[in-house]
């Protein structure tokens, strides 16, 4: 059983998702030692993308202030490898990123590669940073299933989880992805991008039911979950619930001093997880 798996072990989990570099890089540190502190089971990390196609405006702004304030991603790997470091992170943390940003890393710094076998010099030697640093796992969302095995063994051969994605759409799809999957398997709530949603109306107890028919590994529902009372209901029909856009929304209010507001969201969300 992976490190994630096992922060789903005999509770419901709360994720909550963070963009690193936004407002700046020590607010995302305090931001996660908060989160941690207030219960999160396990945190997603979101590296700054100039077109990250799954989120919504919320989270995309957070990534253009991100960039603009000059975020790199070894500077948001080094921001993990000193959490770890310093004991104040401990819970399971995944990158969600795209895959552009790893096509283009090499270690020692950021940038497109070169040379024909500049993709796998970007996976492999990414991957392998993201172990180094204390990552457990990475979302890949501009990836499909049928494409994925371009970074499984980069994966493998690191120690990394890659989390899967299940989408009302997948239909027949469902179980296909579920049998191959690893850490844990994130639902998709609604269609579209990431953000706040009034009303979530995916049947998530059916997709939960075929995934149950042919895996264990556990499963948390993600985009547009925003109150307690929706977080609840999502984790009764699934393992956990995922949250970045709300969480997102009090860091662009409170800015630098967002952080124990932070924790105060995530320390009601989880009771309600409890509860």
Same mark, same amino acid.
């Given at each position: 059983?992976?490190?994630? @798996?096992?922060?789903?072990?005999?509770?419901?989990?709360?994720?909550?998702? $963070?963009?690193?570099?936004?407002?700046?890089?020590?607010?995302?540190?305090? +931001?996660?030692?908060?989160?941690?502190?207030?219960?999160?089971?396990? $945190?997603?990390?979101?590296?700054?993308? #100039?077109?990250?196609?799954?989120? =919504?405006? *919320?989270?995309?702004?957070?990534?253009?202030?991100?960039?603009? =304030? =000059? /975020?790199?991603?070894?500077?948001?790997?080094?921001?993990?490898?000193? +959490?770890?470091?310093?004991?104040?992170?401990?819970?399971?943390?995944?990158?969600?990123?795209?895959?552009? +940003?790893?096509?283009?890393?090499?270690?020692?710094?950021?940038?497109?590669?070169?040379?024909?076998?500049?993709?796998?010099?970007?996976?492999?030697?990414?991957?392998?940073?993201?172990?180094?640093?204390?990552?457990?796992?990475?979302?890949?969302?501009?990836?499909?299933?049928?494409?994925?095995?371009?970074?499984?063994? &980069?994966?493998?051969?690191? =120690?990394?989880?890659?989390?899967?994605?299940?989408?009302?759409?997948?239909?027949?799809?469902?179980?296909?992805?579920?049998?191959?999957?690893?850490?844990?398997?994130?639902? /998709?709530?609604?269609?579209?991008?990431?953000? *706040?949603?009034?009303?979530?109306?995916?049947?998530?107890?059916? $997709?939960?039911?075929?995934?149950?028919? /042919?895996?264990?590994?556990?499963?948390? /529902?993600?985009?547009?979950? #925003?109150?307690?009372?929706? &977080?609840?209901?999502?984790?009764? @029909?699934?393992?956990?619930?995922? +949250?970045?856009? &709300?969480?997102?929304? $009090?860091?662009?209010?409170?800015?630098?001093?967002?952080?124990?507001?932070?924790?105060?969201?995530?320390?009601?969300?989880?009771? &309600?997880?409890? #509860?």
């Amino acid at each position: 059983m992976s490190r994630i @798996q096992e922060a789903f072990a005999g509770k419901k989990a709360f994720i909550p998702f $963070i963009t690193a570099g936004y407002p700046d890089l020590e607010t995302t540190k305090a +931001v996660l030692r908060a989160a941690q502190e207030n219960g999160a089971d396990l $945190i997603e990390i979101g590296i700054p993308f #100039s077109d990250p196609t799954a989120e =919504g405006p *919320v989270i995309q702004t957070a990534n253009v202030r991100a960039l603009e =304030g =000059g /975020v790199t991603t070894d500077q948001v790997l080094e921001l993990v490898e000193e +959490v770890r470091r310093d004991g104040s992170v401990t819970v399971p943390m995944v990158f969600m990123t795209y895959a552009n +940003v790893i096509y283009s890393y090499h270690e020692g710094g950021d940038g497109e590669a070169d040379g024909s076998d500049g993709s796998d010099r970007g996976r492999y030697g990414f991957c392998r940073r993201c172990a180094e640093v204390g990552i457990d796992g990475l979302i890949l969302p501009d990836i499909p299933f049928e494409e994925k095995d371009q970074f499984e063994d &980069a994966c493998r051969q690191s =120690g990394l989880d890659l989390i899967s994605l299940i989408a009302p759409t997948s239909e027949d799809r469902i179980q296909m992805i579920a049998r191959q999957a690893q850490g844990f398997i994130y639902i /998709v709530s609604s269609l579209g991008v990431t953000g *706040v949603r009034s009303d979530i109306t995916t049947d998530i107890g059916a $997709i939960t039911a075929k995934i149950r028919e /042919v895996t264990a590994v556990p499963c948390a /529902v993600g985009f547009g979950i #925003s109150t307690p009372d929706q &977080a609840a209901r999502m984790a009764e @029909q699934s393992d956990g619930a995922i +949250v970045g856009s &709300a969480i997102i929304r $009090i860091i662009d209010r409170y800015q630098r001093e967002a952080a124990p507001y932070v924790g105060e969201y995530v320390r009601s969300m989880k009771d &309600a997880l409890r #509860s």
